[in-house]
């Protein structure tokens, strides 16, 4: 089992960044591969980035490629989702997730995560 705890959602401007952060608890995390997901209101939760367990692969969504950047500190229990160009579009509730089956996969559908966060809003102004 692993609990997981995001923070530093807020309210930016279009164009202006921020940084969450998940952190875990339990001392599998560094067996886990790592999700972003966000869920917009009146819309289905949505992949946006994934991370291995080791850290050396990763994937992102189309929408945020070039824009966003996951990374992870094994070693503090801690998942980051670094966002920068923000738009409005991307005004969500943003999730950290966990996939408990070791595999070089890097899924993205939110059926293949068993833990989740409670979320943290990110909204952008226009």
């Known amino acids: 089992q692993v609990q997981l705890v995001e923070s530093g959602g807020g309210l930016v401007q279009t164009g202006g960044s921020l940084r969450l952060s998940c952190a875990a608890s339990?001392?599998?995390?560094?067996?886990?591969?790592m999700g972003w997901f966000r869920q917009a209101p009146g819309k289905e939760r949505e992949f946006v980035a994934v991370?291995?367990?080791?850290?050396?692969?990763?994937y992102y969504a189309d929408s945020v490629k070039g824009r966003f950047t996951i990374s992870r500190d094994n070693a503090k229990n801690t998942v980051y989702l670094q966002m920068n160009s923000l738009k409005p579009e991307d005004t969500a509730v943003y999730f950290c997730?966990?996939?408990?089956?070791?595999?070089?996969?890097?899924?993205?559908?939110?059926?293949?995560?068993?833990?989740w966060g409670q979320g943290t809003q990110v909204t952008v102004s226009s």
């Open positions: 991370i291995s367990a080791s850290g050396g692969n990763i």
């Open positions: 339990g001392r599998a995390f560094s067996y886990y591969n």
């Open positions: 997730a966990a996939d408990p089956i070791p595999t070089n996969v890097l899924r993205t559908s939110t059926r293949a995560y068993a833990y």
